[in-house]
């Protein structure tokens, strides 16, 4: 790394903190492709890396993030998650039926507000994540009980892993995953807990990454077969890792896929990599946005990353739909 890639870097970083436009194709309100369908599937993006997914009774959270410190407040301050932020924001959604909130890396802006969604939003959800998620959460959170671990049924290119079910229609396949570096090479808050941690973390920097994973989340129908297959990263990885198996890909696409544009150029061939490992019929991009700033601030993206570039990347190798989704823009998709 350079000196002036660094600063470079470290300048990005500041701009994302509010100079940002916004770019690309868009989409806000909802879109209801299955109209009249009663077996759609149902998704909410809430910004960073949270969404909920809903067919029927059945619903899947992906971790949120509504209390968005300040950039200057991450870099300098202790943090902690706002519950008053996390109600308010959550609180808009009933996800009270919960089966699992699914948390790919254990830094802050995935796991912080954890604790209080789970608490007071879906008291019945476990929580999916990372032996370092569920030390992070550690004595202090209340939840850490309530984590599946997931690296005993991690699957990746070549291996098939172990499904995780979540009552008779839900259930989830872990696969091992990488974090793309932040900029210039170098990944923030990297490293383990190996044990539990006695007290909330206070810094950005206690909040480490851990092992990384990304998801197969399947709706099932009534006979045990795929009805709905949606693919769940938060953070880029470099492919292979993040993968996943061909054998489950072949028995059933992807039909959803929700990648991650921001870091994108920071490892080789994403999007490009993933849309031929996953042949999506669709694609969702999340955690695009700038998370410095309050949920409620008219969305602007991260700046570090060439977004136009990543959009016509993806459009050279997938013809299907895809949407970058402003916070709480709804989407309905058939299943069949
Ligand atoms: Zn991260």
Not at 45 to 70: C, H, K, M
């Amino acid at each position: 790394m350079t000196p002036w890639g660094t600063v470079a870097g470290l300048l990005g970083v500041l701009c994302a903190a509010g100079c940002a436009p916004t770019v690309g194709p868009g989409a806000s309100g909802s879109f209801d492709l299955a109209p009249g369908d009663p077996d759609a599937v149902h998704v909410v993006y809430l910004g960073t890396g949270g969404w909920i997914f809903e067919r029927g009774a059945d619903q899947v959270l992906a971790a949120p993030l509504f209390s968005n410190p300040g950039f200057f407040t991450t870099g300098l301050a202790p943090i902690r998650s706002d519950t008053l932020e996390v109600d308010r924001f959550m609180g808009l959604y009933d996800v009270s039926r919960a089966r699992v909130i699914l948390v790919g890396h254990a830094h802050y802006d995935h796991l912080m507000d954890v604790p209080r969604v789970a608490l007071r939003h879906a008291p019945s959800a476990r929580i999916a994540g990372s032996r370092t998620v569920q030390n992070t959460l550690g004595d202090w959170s209340g939840v850490a009980d309530r984590v599946d671990l997931l690296e005993a049924s991690a699957g990746d290119e070549q291996t098939v892993g172990k499904w995780m079910p979540y009552g008779d229609a839900v259930r989830i396949m872990p696969l091992r995953s990488k974090h793309a570096p932040h900029f210039d090479g170098m990944t923030l808050y990297e490293g383990t807990r190996d044990v539990p941690v006695e007290h909330e973390p206070r810094w950005a920097t206690e909040w480490l990454e851990g092992e990384t994973h990304a998801f197969l989340v399947d709706f099932l129908d009534g006979d045990g077969s795929v009805a709905y297959r949606i693919y769940y990263q938060d953070a880029v990885a470099p492919a292979p890792a993040g993968f996943a198996p061909d054998a489950v890909i072949l028995e059933h696409p992807v039909d959803l896929a929700i990648f991650v544009p921001a870091t994108f150029d920071q490892v080789e061939w994403h999007p490009e990599a993933f849309v031929q490992n996953l042949r999506p019929r669709r694609v969702l991009l999340g955690h695009w946005e700038n998370f410095f700033v309050p949920v409620d601030t008219p969305a602007t993206s991260i700046v570090l990353t060439d977004f136009a570039h990543f959009e016509s990347r993806l459009e050279r190798v997938f013809s299907g739909e895809w949407w970058r989704p402003d916070r709480w823009t709804e989407f309905r998709f058939p299943t069949h």
